[in-house]
DNA sequence: TTGAAAGCGATACCAC
DNA sequence: GTGGTATCGCTTTCAA
């Protein structure tokens, strides 16, 4: 079969059967036009079911595979989105990406992957923009939404996930953003803790700048100056374990006023605030201390902490993030803003209950 | 200037700046062949200072990116590399995926991910190939030798990190693998536990067909051996944080026959381990078990337990990797198998110290 | 339904 | 050093 006169005129002299088949050579084998073989591999065309087998038969035997790239260069339609992370070892995130990819692969696109340490974005978009992405999902990145408006023109639009950019007031377009309602979420936290009877609690922060910690900060604030409390102290962990775990050091280190309850930015920097807690002040997470934390990790990160946190439905953000993509894309929508409910819940090794 | 009659020439009835800047537009405006603006952007081309810096000029007043796409039609060499992973939960991985994206970039190239339920792989190869990735890197997914052959004929190399496949007997070419050195781990493990005096040494192991968990036990397996002991019991955790839950409560279920002392193929499945110890069976880690897990988690991962592990050094790996990336795409090398070695250490929350 | 031919946006080879 | 031209592998008119 292999050295048959047909195989010889499709092939030439090659000897790699899988290398560099082109639909050329499928049209030659199955005595089609290289159109019909290009027509058979699209969804709604104009083929014969014959000619349609006849070419599905060649590019078997030939290992045929239609080249993407080449599809992209004539439709403008790359069929990847770039996804642009930084801080994989915050586990909310490696959760995201995994959902967010499995999404997108079953609406047939691919994930172009960056890993950037934060805020270098503007070197990446670069190169995202070179590789003609259909879009760009930016988690944990802060962008200005002038540069979010240069990739719409150069024909990628953005989508911010649990960001926003800054609303400066002269700001007509902001860009597409899926964000948990991190307020709402912020007075969930207070309330919790008002409710615990707690008299000095503390707020560790994210980073500053950045939308989540402004809209967890505000609604946690004020909040408890509804129910005439205050936020007793206060310190900075910039989203990491490292500033989580100095920040703990710092607002626990006088036994005096020390905390009877924190609230921290989120569940990353909770988990470092009771390892240091536990392991270097010997108190106890939620006897001495309540600890309530942000976002949704997994289990295995918590592990044997009993761990009060406010959770981001991964799972609509997802979702939206996947709706929104496709009004872009195939709708010519505007760019809008879609924000996703939180929920208080406690999760213990054994079990998780919702509040 | 935007309306001068030079970018009224280059531009047409354009309205959107960026949208669709060609070469043949720079071109025009900068006065030059279309081809000079392609030297312009090939490091070692022949180009006279003057012409690039006309053509560079144009192409900023334009917004002008070249196409990686196009380019990558031509001269067949996508400067991407996939990476499909499956398992994000396992902290270890998304440390792999970070530093792997971060030295890739730095080489140029850019990663299009694949996140996997574990052996669905061959589905997933179908679309990789498409997107003519210039190699394949396949982390925590099983792959049959036969197929790696056809991606490298289809163009896209494969290297396997942290697996290798079955070697059959009849195997020629086994593909490119980058490994730990798994079986002098699990011998580590082994001694370590030994030394420790414990009596009833228990194994959880991971995949069963898996290199890393056959290659752990038989080194722990024949280094107890050696020191005149042996595995007092056995269960599979599939190295799933679940499956490792089920595989502690059932070697710890009959009180008579405890084991003192448990190996567990992968510190992912060592925390949930530990989990189950303290939570649910009140034991202290390592005061009435020693656990002793295989990986390299971050610190979040684990917390507040103090963690014995055979650690992998993902540096090394990833440098390795890069390096045989190199070779193969380069330096037109033949696959082959870098193994790299392991050490135990000791983690505690505020220490961590190798022995 | 089908095939021929014109691109998509770059690179490569060729004379000059 | 420079510009013209063929080409990469496909989709898309446009006639037939």
């Given at each position: 079969m292999a050295g048959s006169p047909v195989m010889k005129e499709a092939f030439g002299n090659f000897k790699n059967v899988n290398k560099n088949v082109t639909s050329q050579h499928v049209a030659r084998l199955a005595q089609v036009s290289q159109s019909a073989v290009s027509r058979a591999y699209t969804p709604g065309a104009s083929v014969s079911t014959h000619t349609r087998q006849r070419v599905m038969d060649a590019a078997r035997q030939l290992g045929y595979r239609p080249n993407a790239i080449a599809r992209t260069l004539i439709t403008k339609k790359s069929r990847m989105i770039a996804v642009v992370m930084s801080?994989?070892?915050?586990q909310f995130y490696p959760l995201v990406l995994e959902k967010l990819s499995q999404r997108l692969r079953s609406d047939g696109y691919h994930v172009l992957l960056f890993i950037t340490s934060r805020d270098e974005s503007d070197g990446v978009l670069a190169e995202i923009l070179q590789y003609q992405v259909d879009a760009i999902v930016m988690a944990s990145t802060v962008l200005s939404s002038a540069l979010a408006r240069d990739c719409a023109r150069a024909g990628s639009p953005v989508i911010l996930f649990n960001r926003m950019t800054k609303r400066a007031a002269n700001e007509d377009h902001p860009p597409s953003a899926v964000t948990s309602d991190n307020e709402a979420g912020g007075r969930l936290a207070a309330r919790h803790l008002h409710a615990g009877g707690h008299q000095r609690i503390a707020y560790i922060a994210g980073l500053e700048e950045s939308s989540t910690n402004l809209d967890r900060e505000r609604g946690f604030r004020d909040e408890l100056a509804l129910l005439g409390?205050?936020?007793h102290a206060r310190a900075v962990g910039n989203y990491s374990y490292e500033g989580a775990q100095l920040a703990a050091r710092q607002l626990f280190?006088?036994?005096?006023?020390?905390?009877d309850a924190v609230f921290v930015g989120s569940d990353h920097m909770a988990l470092a605030v009771m390892d240091v807690l536990r392991s270097e002040l010997g108190l106890r997470v939620p006897q001495d201390v309540s600890v309530v934390g942000f976002d949704n990790v997994p289990q295995a990160a918590w592990g044997a902490y009993q761990l009060t946190t406010i959770e981001q439905s991964i799972g609509p953000m997802i979702e939206a993030t996947a709706t929104m993509l496709h009004a872009l894309l195939h709708e010519g929508a505007q760019p809008s803003a879609v924000t996703v409910p939180c929920r208080l819940i406690v999760r213990t090794s054994s079990k998780t209950s919702a509040l």
């Open positions: 801080q994989l070892d915050n409390s205050r936020i280190s006088s036994a005096s006023q020390r905390p």
